[in-house]
């Protein structure tokens, strides 16, 4: 799918935004330093407030039977596109499997092929998926989102400048790979060996291959990103996969002191793998 499938994205997200069911959080960008980096950390404004006023989501999996206003499009016989009911970059899509599955089960074709069909053409893009609450879900049902670019004002990926080095500088154990949506055949092969590399097994359940741990993955057009995770939460706040690409949310000037203190590096290195 191509530029038609991402009007009809665009005009579902008026529709939504008008009706009131789709929320964008309200946010300041702050520029943070650290490890050669340039880090945006946003800080919710009034974050209380905003939590009052926003529209609430339904009680239980809200990817059953979803809010008609948030459904974009059928991609698969297996895989949804629904819009992000609480976003905070401009264009955020989920890409949800129309049964439930937990986000533990390890992604498999039909999930690359639908994040495939979905990937924008005319537009630099990402796509993420948290292996689990420890790495940032929010919800158990399995879905992958992805997120049109810029993540900064002043950059489309502020980890992309260590990305580059060979291997990639980072201060957290990870796996890398050269390979991404302009390779939509291999992105399961590529996978998979990211598994490998970084140590994470896959166990045998009903509902398919499960993870042996948590782990966050990025991928561009151009590359591949796994990062085995220990835990979610720093000093209170989420940590999910956008923060290994630069890019990190909190609610109060007080989170936005610690990750100053410490460094977003820091942030990412303690919410990683602990080796």
Not at 120 to 144: I, V
Not at 242 to 271: E, K
């Amino acid at each position: 799918m191509t530029d038609p499938f991402w009007d009809l994205v665009q005009q579902r997200s008026a529709a939504a935004h008008a009706s009131g069911v789709m929320y964008r959080i309200e946010s300041e960008p702050f520029l943070v330093k650290d490890g050669g980096v340039d880090f945006v950390v946003r800080q919710y404004i009034d974050f209380e407030g905003q939590v009052a006023r926003q529209p609430k989501s339904k009680p239980g999996n809200p990817f059953d039977d979803p809010e008609p206003e948030l459904f974009v499009a059928d991609l698969s016989p297996t895989h949804m596109a629904l819009l992000n009911k609480y976003h905070v970059i401009e264009t955020h899509l989920l890409v949800v499997t129309k049964r439930y599955v937990d986000q533990t089960v390890l992604l498999d074709q039909d999930d690359f092929d639908a994040v495939a069909r979905c990937f924008p053409d005319h537009a630099p893009a990402m796509f993420f998926y948290n292996a689990g609450r420890e790495s940032g879900a929010s919800q158990p049902h399995k879905h992958l989102q992805l997120v049109t670019l810029p993540m900064a004002p002043w950059a489309d990926i502020p980890m992309e400048p260590l990305l580059g080095a060979e291997p990639p500088r980072l201060a957290f154990p990870h796996a890398f790979a050269r390979s991404g949506m302009n390779e939509p055949s291999r992105l399961r092969e590529a996978y998979r060996a990211l598994l490998d590399e970084a140590g994470i097994h896959a166990s045998a359940s009903p509902e398919g291959e499960r993870q042996s741990e948590p782990y966050n993955l990025l991928v561009t057009r151009d590359w591949m990103l796994l990062v085995p995770r220990s835990r979610d939460k720093f000093e209170g706040f989420s940590v999910n996969s956008l923060a290994y690409a630069g890019a990190l949310l909190v609610r109060n000037p007080q989170q936005l002191d610690a990750v100053r203190r410490v460094g977003p590096m820091g942030v990412l290195s303690q919410v990683g793998r602990i080796s």
